[in-house]
């Protein structure tokens, strides 16, 4: 096929796919059900080998269609489906129309040393139990926290414009929703991330997914071997360089007539810019394909063997650092939290920070925003991976709608049922701080709060009531610390359970007779 | 359409409760048989029915909804919507009681009659989930959000002792009538909620009243001159304990009961009494009362007692 249309076809569908997964990011109105999201996410590759390989979810079938694709037909999902693609595309296509000589397109070497040291450091660690480069280095999940840090405050912006103009006319079905930031350090991966791709992709199209994406990497060692790919039509070409130039991946040796096809994304520019129908995609002609059989390359296998062989034996010195933060042994009225608390579902820290990449989806779907990333809490390599923090919500008692999100299988879908009686840490009360104590005045916000009234109130000092937590009832869901008034330290916080327990059902009995004369 | 139905409604509710019953609106009531004004009863007592029904029984005491609405009126109507739980649950106001109210506003010649709260539990899934939100969309009225601070406003509590200004919601401010309808329940931190504990939430920063004698700022709040023209409460699943969220149903106590009063603190008195408590023993009703702001002797009040 040599038809021009397939680039429309992939420029048209590419930003319906765009638009999909922006939408995905921003939906703060909470308008895509929690169906919606497992099958708009099925085909991310990332998301979907791990919830198939490390959460055991059978269904999860997403990436297995991705290299069947991908042996049938090239690195299509680059071009159509990897939402970090097609945004690089949009940049790069800005770049060209701000001033074309920012973009340098046009043949160049491939990194290979890096692309494939990127990759066997990825894969290496997953095999050791570990997600921690695929954390940085997903394209989804990088894709994910670009939209949470930076195009959601965005949109909330405007919303909150438009909240603001049509509230004066009395029209409040757009209404106004604060834009609450998260902590600092949240925003260093993201911005680094923006600052790379944007201008990478800005001045270079592709470059980052041939140079860094581990995604990009593997598909690019079956593409090679693709039954469909680009072909050059070797009488026809004039060799005029029109196809390199508008090559986002640089990997058109037009003067050599040949493709590399390990970093082809199929985007098809140089099929609509061959003024002699010499470039053309279609099945792989025999003749070619020995042709493209180059001599092995020794440097590379060699260096690829030695990699993995270096590995092997570090894997053992990586796997004895624990992921979970160690403990901190004092006990003060600072809120000190022994653990992070990982959402209901998880089953726990470790379990949670070795499944989840920290695309950031379950922040935003969040409808308490109790989901923040988080930043050193559950040590450097699960830089933000979410976590429940109470100070800026808490956990909505019926909902579960971040176990529906989650792509990785970090959060696996709960029952509301069963999420009630899943312990993710306990209430811990400080005396010292609490209001009822320190001022002899009534509060009880806390146990106000609470939906199992672990948290109760018990006599204190006259007719005083004072907080106790009944810890076997209590499924650490964070309103109590999230309504306490007391600063800066708080008199009641949630201390993680680092592997998830089960609570407790809350007894109750039955009340005394109801009256059916007025009192009074 | 609406109106019409509300007739047609109003007409089997009517005909259930019998000669107490209006179907001809507050005029009728006037008109027909002599009924003392709102003024002369401290307090309107109904028990025994559902909460719709009680309600078209009780403002008919008052002489009808048009006593505290006039015709093109703004009516802020606000109930407890505090938690993310179904109505079975008791845990926020009725959604049938303030539909119903809703339809008396318009009946009395209501503009428009507004709905919200600022909820403990998302607001959303407050709004959804106690089903008021779709009470209040059949009745014609219209929720509005609570959930930004944008939407408050800073006012000055003359002769507050702990509260001196506070945030409040701006349709508190906007509107020409307001009439607050609460919940009876137990409350962890107040014992008790109702009139006085329902302003609330319709304030910004609730945590400032807990860290600030919590009992003390309810009362303060009520010093507030935009008071509430008439509170209705809603005592007909009362939660006994374990509030104000609830754990389970078996927390309820099916009081089948309604009160209306112009006297807040005369209304949480009987709420008190209600839940087996003394008024006095509720530390913001005594304050309130204390303070002048209403009465809690339920003895020396005027009590309009009903029975269906």
């Not at chain 2, 309808?181 to 009243?209: C, E, F, Q």
Request: aromatic content about 10%; overall charge positive.
């Amino acid at each position: 096929m040599k038809s021009s249309a397939l680039k429309h076809i992939r420029t048209v569908f590419a930003s319906l796919v765009l638009l999909l997964f922006v939408f995905l990011f921003v939906d703060f109105r909470g308008v895509l059900g929690d169906k919606a999201f497992g099958p708009i996410l099925h085909l991310q590759f990332v998301p979907s080998f791990l919830k198939f390989v490390i959460a055991g979810v059978a269904a999860s079938t997403g990436f297995i269609i991705v290299l069947v694709l991908t042996l049938l037909t090239g690195r299509t999902y680059c071009s159509f489906l990897c939402p970090l693609g097609i945004l690089q595309d949009v940049i790069s296509r800005a770049g060209g129309l701000v001033k074309r000589r920012f973009r340098k397109y046009g043949y160049k070497k491939p990194y290979t040393i890096l692309r494939y040291f990127i990759l066997v450091i990825t894969a290496a660690l997953l095999a050791i139990g570990g997600v921690y480069v695929l954390t940085i280095l997903d394209p989804y999940s990088t894709f994910g926290r670009l939209m949470t840090c930076f195009v959601q405050p965005v949109v909330l912006l405007i919303n909150n414009l438009f909240a603001g103009i049509l509230g004066k006319f009395g029209i409040y079905s757009v209404y106004h929703v604060d834009i609450k930031p998260y902590e600092l350090a949240a925003y260093i991966v993201p911005a680094a991330f923006l600052l790379l791709i944007g201008l990478l992709a800005f001045r270079y199209g592709r470059l980052y997914c041939n140079s860094v994406c581990p995604v990009g990497t593997l598909l690019g060692l079956l593409s090679r071997v693709s039954l469909f790919r680009i072909r050059f039509d070797e009488d026809k070409c004039t060799r005029c360089g029109r196809c390199a130039m508008v090559c986002k991946s640089s990997c058109i040796d037009f003067l050599n007539k040949s493709v590399d096809l390990s970093r082809c994304v199929n985007c098809f520019n140089c099929v609509d810019a061959c003024r002699g129908n010499s470039m053309s995609y279609g099945l792989v002609r025999l003749k070619r394909q020995q042709k493209d059989s180059d001599e092995p390359d020794s440097s590379r296998r060699g260096f690829i063997a030695g990699s993995l062989a270096l590995l092997a034996g570090g894997s053992q010195l990586l796997k004895a650092q624990d992921t979970t933060p160690s403990p901190a042994k004092e006990s003060t009225v600072r809120e000190d939290r022994l653990y992070p608390v990982s959402p209901p579902g998880s089953s726990g820290i470790e379990m949670f920070t070795s499944r989840c990449t920290a695309c950031t989806l379950c922040v935003n779907a969040c409808p308490t925003n109790v989901l923040q990333p988080s930043t050193s809490q559950y040590g450097f390599a699960g830089i933000m991976q979410p976590r429940m923090d109470f100070h800026s919500g808490f956990c909505n008692y019926d909902c579960t709608r971040c176990s529906e999100v989650c792509p990785t299988g970090a959060i696996m879908p709960l029952m509301p049922e069963a999420k009630k009686l899943t312990q993710i840490g306990k209430a811990v009360f400080i005396k010292e701080n609490c209001i009822v104590n320190t001022e002899k005045t009534a509060c009880g916000a806390c146990s106000e709060h609470c939906p199992t009234k672990a948290c109760h109130m018990v006599p204190f000092e006259g007719s005083l009531l004072i907080p106790e937590i009944r810890d076997e009832i209590c499924i650490g869901c964070g309103a109590c610390e999230y309504a306490c008034p007391t600063r800066p330290f708080r008199a009641v916080f949630v201390d993680g359970n680092p592997i998830h327990e089960a609570a407790s059902r809350p007894e109750t009995e039955e009340l005394k007779e109801v009256p059916t004369e007025f009192p009074f | 359409m609406k109106r019409r139905s509300f007739l047609r409604n109003s007409l089997g509710a009517g005909l259930a409760a019998g000669a107490f019953m209006s179907f001809g609106g507050y005029k009728n009531a006037f008109a027909g048989k002599p009924l003392p004004s709102g003024t002369d009863y401290d307090l309107i007592a109904v028990m025994g029915g559902e909460p719709a029904a009680m309600f078209d029984m009780g403002i008919q005491a008052l002489g009808g909804m048009g006593t505290f609405v006039k015709k093109g009126q703004k009516v802020l109507v606000k109930p407890n919507i505090g938690w993310d739980v179904v109505p079975e649950k008791g845990g926020n106001t009725n959604p049938a009681l303030v539909k119903r109210i809703i339809e008396h506003c318009y009946r009395a010649g209501a503009k428009e009659v507004l709905v919200f709260d600022n909820t403990c539990d998302n607001w959303i899934k407050c709004y959804k989930n106690s089903g008021i939100e779709q009470a209040v969309r059949d009745a014609g009225a219209k929720m509005v959000p609570s959930n930004s601070e944008s939407y408050y406003q800073e006012v000055t509590i003359p002769n507050g002792k702990k509260l001196t200004k506070v945030k409040v919601h701006e349709l508190v401010l906007s509107s020409d009538v307001f009439i607050n309808v609460p919940i009876l329940k137990h409350h962890s931190s107040a014992l008790m909620t109702g009139a006085l504990k329902n302003m609330m939430g319709v304030v910004w920063d609730r945590s400032y009243w807990h860290r600030n004698h919590l009992n003390q700022c309810i009362a303060d709040y009520a010093l507030f001159s935009k008071k509430p023209n008439l509170n209705v409460m809603d005592a007909y699943n009362v939660m006994m304990r374990n509030g104000p969220r609830g754990v389970s149903v078996a927390d309820l106590s099916n009081m089948k009961s309604l009160m209306l009063s112009t006297d807040w603190v005369a209304i949480d008195a009987a709420g008190a009494k209600l839940m087996g408590r003394e008024p006095s023993s509720i530390e913001h009703i005594k304050l309130a009362a204390g303070m002048g702001i209403g009465k809690m002797d339920l003895a020396a009040m005027n009590i309009h007692r009903m029975k269906m």
